[in-house]
């Protein structure tokens, strides 16, 4: 019999213990017996739900299943109908919920970063990886060129962009994520000479605005904004496809999530 603890240690094993971090057993008993495992990024009622009907009493989600980073909910949503509902539900069907989010950056590589680099299939293209991104050098491109390529791997229907879109690029530098943010992404342009960056999301007065003046005085930057779930859930197919291996015997199901947004 496996239990909801021996997929957690399995998970945890070759990362060294982190002091601080967001992960654990949101909802459960870690000595469940686990009869099927359901992964994704965000769990939202509608993948409870569905996880319920697929017979998976096992969520591993990445983020926070009642939108929190730090799943400090108690005292925001006690009267919130929404919190309410979903609890319930997540009590009256016995579920586990694991947050695997901190180890999971953690892998060597980072396993949401590799399982973006997986999706575009860029693995042979990787350079080099720092600690919160990753650098590839793709075949010399135009941005538009670069922009659909990565719309069709992803399955994404639009895309933000800032740039030139008939600039040639083929130096590029990845961040899942809320990794945006000028100190981890701004950089990447000077000291790695990366011609396009492309996140998840970020503050948009930062990395955007020193794109904008960089195009304004001739400079050849461009950056591709995917929204944080739509760089990340890649991470938790490629987590659903390994432990599809490890545990042949229980149904794994990855579940994704669709854009929270619609273009109007």
């Known amino acids: 019999m ?31 017996e686990v009869k099927g495992i359901a992964i994704t990024f965000m769990a939202t009622q509608q993948v409870l739900e569905q996880a319920v009907k697929l017979g998976a009493n ?7 299943t009642f939108f929190s980073h730090h799943d400090q909910v ?7 109908l929404v919190y309410k509902a979903k609890k319930r539900f997540i009590e009256e069907n016995g579920l586990a919920i694991y947050r695997f989010h901190d180890y999971w950056h953690r892998y060597q590589p980072d396993g949401v970063m590799e399982g973006l680099i997986h999706a575009l299939d860029w693995q042979e293209h990787v350079t080099e990886y720092l600690p ?10 135009k941005l538009e060129q670069v922009v659909g390529y990565v719309k069709k791997q992803l399955g994404l229907r639009y895309v933000r962009i800032a740039g030139d879109l008939s600039m040639n690029c083929s130096r590029i530098g990845l961040l899942v994520g809320y990794r945006g943010a000028g100190q981890n992404a701004i950089p990447l342009f000077a000291k790695h000479q990366v011609d396009v960056i492309l996140y998840g999301e970020g503050p948009e007065w930062e990395t955007p605005e020193y ?3 960089a195009l304004y005085i001739g400079k050849r930057n461009a950056l591709i904004v995917l929204g944080h779930s739509e760089s990340e859930q890649p991470g938790m197919k490629l987590l ?19 854009s929270v947004f619609r273009m109007a």
């Not at 919160?132 to 491109?141: D, Y």
């Not at 659903?240 to 669709?258: E, G, N, Q, T, W």
């Open 58 to 64: 096992f969520i591993i989600t990445h983020e926070g």
């Open 211 to 213: 794109v904008r003046d």
């Open 2 to 32: 496996i239990n909801v603890q021996n997929v957690m240690d399995e998970l945890t094993a070759s990362v060294d213990p982190i002091a601080a971090h967001i992960d654990g057993l949101k909802f459960g008993h870690p000595q469940t």
């Open 132 to 141: 919160s991104a990753a650098l590839a050098t793709i075949p010399p491109m």
């Open 240 to 258: 659903a496809d390994r432990l599809s291996l490890r545990y042949p015997h229980i149904p794994v199901h990855y579940m994704p999530v669709d």
């Open 74 to 80: 108690d005292s925001m949503y006690e009267d919130d």
